[in-house]
């Protein structure tokens, strides 16, 4: 049985180094700590060190208490346009899901067709599956689909419930596949610099998750 617990990591489970040194790993941890504690951070661009832990598609997620979600929006107006970036959340008051639709889609041209992908580090909570069941209903124009590393909750009657609503108000979700991970490792996770773009090295059981995962996905809906 897998389960998704909500123990609180220390610094380096977060990919941050629990003894930041000088430099860069210093002035972006004692920028973390002055944030207020539900902050949304925003980017083109996440650690690699955060996607090797948040993304990773294991059973247990413990420590896993964050939402990373890199977003696609293709705008299909007069001037097609592509944008894409990264949300994180502190996964306790205004998740990444609902930042979304609160901070970047209403910078998409208004009244346009558009397309967006979510790759989620584990699938949204009851009330952002309502947020989400609410805005496909709202615009019409906008479609959806979410590929997830994991399932969050997923045991729960009530996440079930809500998964299958979400199919039902039009969105589509898949799990992540070994090369959905490699995607997001090279279109939105930051190379060090002066470095050659390191190649994505799957972790051990990527494949045997996946499978799990879809069809834990497949009885649910």
Same mark, same amino acid.
């Given at each position: 049985k897998m389960a998704e617990k909500q123990e609180e990591p220390s610094n380096a489970q977060n990919g941050e180094p629990d003894n930041a040194e000088e430099g860069e790993g210093k002035k972006k941890k004692v920028k973390r700590e002055d944030l207020p504690p539900f902050e949304i951070v925003t980017g083109? &661009?996440?650690?690699?060190?955060?996607? $090797?832990?948040?993304? &990773?598609?294991?059973?247990?997620?413990?420590? &896993?208490? $964050?939402?990373?979600?890199?977003?696609?929006?293709?705008?299909?107006?007069?001037?097609?346009?592509?944008?894409?970036?990264?949300?994180?959340d502190e996964h306790a008051a205004a998740h990444a899901e609902m930042a979304f639709f609160n901070n970047i889609l209403p910078t998409c041209q208004p009244g346009a067709r558009h397309d967006v992908t979510w790759y989620v580090s584990s699938s949204p909570c009851v009330t952002c599956a309502q947020r989400i069941c609410e805005a496909l209903r709202k615009d019409k124009g906008l479609r959806l689909t979410i590929m997830v590393g994991r399932l969050f909750m997923w045991e729960e009657p009530e996440m079930q419930a809500a998964l299958r609503s979400m199919k039902e108000a039009g969105c589509k979700l898949r799990i992540m596949k070994p090369q959905d991970f490699e995607y997001v490792w090279k279109n939105f996770v930051e190379q060090e610099e002066g470095e050659e773009a390191t190649s994505f090295v799957p972790w051990e059981d990527i494949q045997e998750n996946f499978q799990y995962y879809e069809e834990k996905l497949a009885e649910i809906l």
């Amino acid at each position: 049985k897998m389960a998704e617990k909500q123990e609180e990591p220390s610094n380096a489970q977060n990919g941050e180094p629990d003894n930041a040194e000088e430099g860069e790993g210093k002035k972006k941890k004692v920028k973390r700590e002055d944030l207020p504690p539900f902050e949304i951070v925003t980017g083109e &661009r996440l650690p690699a060190i955060f996607f $090797k832990f948040q993304f &990773r598609n294991v059973e247990y997620s413990s420590g &896993r208490n $964050k939402t990373f979600l890199c977003y696609v929006v293709e705008t299909q107006g007069k001037e097609p346009v592509t944008s894409r970036g990264y949300l994180e959340d502190e996964h306790a008051a205004a998740h990444a899901e609902m930042a979304f639709f609160n901070n970047i889609l209403p910078t998409c041209q208004p009244g346009a067709r558009h397309d967006v992908t979510w790759y989620v580090s584990s699938s949204p909570c009851v009330t952002c599956a309502q947020r989400i069941c609410e805005a496909l209903r709202k615009d019409k124009g906008l479609r959806l689909t979410i590929m997830v590393g994991r399932l969050f909750m997923w045991e729960e009657p009530e996440m079930q419930a809500a998964l299958r609503s979400m199919k039902e108000a039009g969105c589509k979700l898949r799990i992540m596949k070994p090369q959905d991970f490699e995607y997001v490792w090279k279109n939105f996770v930051e190379q060090e610099e002066g470095e050659e773009a390191t190649s994505f090295v799957p972790w051990e059981d990527i494949q045997e998750n996946f499978q799990y995962y879809e069809e834990k996905l497949a009885e649910i809906l």
